[in-house]
């Protein structure tokens, strides 16, 4: 039986239904799947060559942000599931030969694929990538129904939608959790007693040159602007320690620390208890962003619930 499926994917909501249909099936099988998108090449276009001379940070967002979006969307289903995964994306003008590529090079022995027809399997819709996949694979295929097939559309596709939100916004959550971890056991922490002193320093000489025409910035406020997103500072010390920069750092700034009595326990352990492991650090920049305006405040409390967070739990500060 088959082992390992290839789920071509697109930005498309008939794509959120079909990354559920594979992973159920996936999981039947025993089976492990790799989400493939192919993008269109960004760098060809006028506005895209243009982005790559003027701002490549940018270019290369834009390049690699929506196929990451799209995987991360998918992923997030197969996690749930507990069905392996493994996700890959490649920048072609011609997604049916793209799709064999990586089906043949990553030894996938099926292609789980949607067809965009809307007359049927029968009735594909001439010159459609599904079509021009069936003429020309060497791997078996399976399509998935098309969207005209689906029962009550006008019904499905506010469904659709909100399906494809949660998936979203838990491709975040997952995301801000690795983040958090990978900035928590790599790299050292900031000097803030260094970071305050400079801005300290910057303040005496404002005060000393009242009619200086050409105004000094604390460092700490050039790397952390006001016109940022959410800051969360997280320490294995005392919350006091990352407050030291705050009065130089937006009001969204949110600082994370071990306040309370002494424990022996694991390093996980702890961090759990006095909130600064991942899983808290995630939901404090939810938070932030919910001060920021930009994510109301019903999503971020439902995210907490999610990221398994009592927030009725006592304060450690009180334990």
């Not at 992973?23 to 243009?50: E, M, P």
């Not at 998918?74 to 890959?88: C, H, L, Y």
């Not at 009550?152 to 939100?165: N, V």
């Not at 130089?248 to 390093?267: E, I, K, N, V």
């Amino acid at each position: 039986m088959y082992q390992h499926l290839l789920d071509p994917l697109d930005d498309s909501q008939l794509a959120v239904d079909t990354v559920h249909q594979a992973v159920k099936l996936a999981k039947a099988l025993g089976a492990k799947v790799t989400f493939f998108h192919a993008q269109t090449n960004y760098g060809a276009s006028s506005i895209g060559a243009l982005e790559r001379v003027l701002s490549p940070a940018v270019f290369n967002e834009h390049l690699a942000g929506e196929a990451r979006a799209i995987l991360a969307k998918a992923e997030v289903v197969a996690r749930v599931a507990g069905v392996p995964f493994d996700s890959t994306c490649m920048t072609s003008d011609r997604p049916h030969e793209a799709i064999l590529h990586v089906a043949e090079s990553r030894g996938c022995d099926l292609i789980f694929i949607a067809s965009h027809g809307r007359r049927g399997i029968k009735g594909l819709v001439l010159g459609s990538q599904t079509e021009k996949l069936l003429q020309q694979t060497t791997v078996p295929v399976l399509v998935s129904a098309v969207e005209s097939n689906l029962p009550d559309s006008a019904m499905l596709a506010p469904l659709t939608t909100i399906r494809d939100e949660h998936r979203s916004f838990a491709a975040v959550i997952h995301g801000l959790e690795f983040v958090a971890g990978q900035a928590r056991n790599h790299g050292p922490l900031p000097s803030f007693p260094l970071l305050r002193r400079d801005a300290l320093e910057t303040e005496r000489w404002h005060r000393l040159h009242p009619d200086a025409k050409t105004p000094r910035v604390p460092h700490v406020s050039t790397v952390l602007p006001f016109d940022g997103g959410p800051i969360i500072a997280a320490t294995d010390w005392i919350k006091a320690l990352p407050d030291m920069v705050a009065r130089w750092l937006p009001p969204h700034y949110l600082a994370l620390g071990t306040d309370g009595f002494g424990r022996s326990d694991t390093r996980e352990d702890l961090r759990a208890l006095f909130e600064i492991d991942p899983s808290h650090i995630a939901a404090a920049t939810l938070v932030a962003l919910v001060r920021c305006g930009a994510l109301p405040a019903a999503r971020a409390a439902k995210a907490i619930h999610e990221l398994g967070i009592d927030p009725d739990k006592t304060d450690p500060l009180a334990l």
